[in-house]
C-alpha cells in the first residue's frame, strides 16, 4: 500500500522560510515523479512544482519560481520543498502526490497517490 | 493562462446518474483526469487519460472528452459520492486544475 506521510508545515511570519518533508513507502520511490499540490483553507487543487523519478527534471508553478525548491532524495525514499520568502497567499495545506509516471509532465502529470497534507500558515 | 470551467454545484437522487462537466478551449487535445474529494479528506483519483479508471475505483465512474468539455459521469449514484470533484490537465508545462464542482445526493 502506497503510503505519503507529510511533515514539516507550521506557523511562520511573512519573509519566513520552511521545509516540507514527505516520507514515501509502499511503492519504488525511484521510479515514479513526485509533486506538491496545495489547497488554501475552503478553496480548490493548485499544484506547486513537481521533479522527475531520477530527480533531474524540474517543474513549477508560476507561483513557486524563484521561491520554492522541490528535491528528492531516492535513498532516503523521501520528497522535500524548500519554501523561502513565504507570503500570506501561501497559506494552504501541501499535499505530497505521487505521479503516475517517471516524468511529472504531459500524460505524467497525473498523481495517483496523495499524503494526507501538512499545515502551512503564514502570518503578517 | 489556460482555464477548465466546472459548474461550481451539481445536485442528484440517490441511484440517479451525476453529470459533471469541465471546458476549455479544445480541451479534447489533451487528457483529462478527475479527482474526487470527500469534505475533510485528500483528493483520491477517480479518473486520468480521459476514460481510464484506476484499480479500485468503482466501475460506476467513468470518463469522456469531446471537443471542448470532458464529462465524469457518476451511474447510479450513492451517498458516498458526495464530494468536491476537480478536473486537471497538463497543459504548458503546468498543471492546471478546474475549480471544482461540489456534488450533492440527496
Known amino acids: 500500500e502506497v503510503q505519503l506521510v507529510e511533515s514539516g508545515g507550521g506557523l511562520v511570519q511573512s519573509g519566513q522560510s520552511l521545509r516540507l518533508s514527505c516520507a514515501a513507502s509502499g511503492f519504488t520511490f525511484s521510479s515514479y515523479a513526485m509533486s506538491w499540490v496545495r489547497q488554501a483553507p475552503g478553496k480548490g487543487l493548485e499544484w506547486v512544482s513537481g521533479i522527475s523519478a531520477a530527480g533531474d527534471s524540474v517543474f513549477d508553478a508560476d507561483s513557486a519560481k524563484g521561491r520554492f525548491t522541490i528535491s528528492r532524495d531516492n535513498s532516503l525514499d523521501t520528497l522535500y520543498l524548500q519554501m523561502n520568502g513565504l507570503r500570506v497567499e501561501d497559506t494552504a495545506i501541501y499535499y505530497c502526490t505521487k505521479n503516475i509516471f517517471s516524468l511529472p509532465a504531459g500524460r505524467g502529470g497525473v498523481f495517483d497517490s496523495w499524503g494526507q497534507g501538512t499545515l502551512v500558515t503564514v502570518s503578517s | 493562462s489556460y482555464d477548465l470551467t466546472q459548474p461550481p454545484s451539481v445536485s442528484v437522487s440517490p441511484g440517479q446518474t451525476a453529470s459533471i462537466t469541465c471546458s476549455a478551449d479544445q480541451l479534447e487535445n489533451k487528457y483529462v483526469s478527475w479527482y474526487q474529494q470527500r469534505t475533510g479528506q485528500s483528493p483520491i483519483l477517480v479518473i486520468y487519460?480521459?476514460?481510464i479508471r484506476p484499480s479500485g475505483i468503482p466501475d460506476r465512474f467513468s470518463g469522456s472528452n469531446s471537443g471542448e468539455t470532458a464529462t465524469l459521469t457518476i451511474t447510479g449514484t450513492q451517498p458516498m459520492d458526495e464530494a468536491e470533484y476537480f478536473c486537471?490537465?497538463?497543459?504548458?508545462?503546468?498543471?492546471?486544475f478546474g475549480g471544482g464542482t461540489k456534488l450533492t445526493v440527496l
Open positions: 486537471q490537465v497538463w497543459k504548458s508545462n503546468s498543471v492546471v
Open positions: 487519460e480521459d476514460i
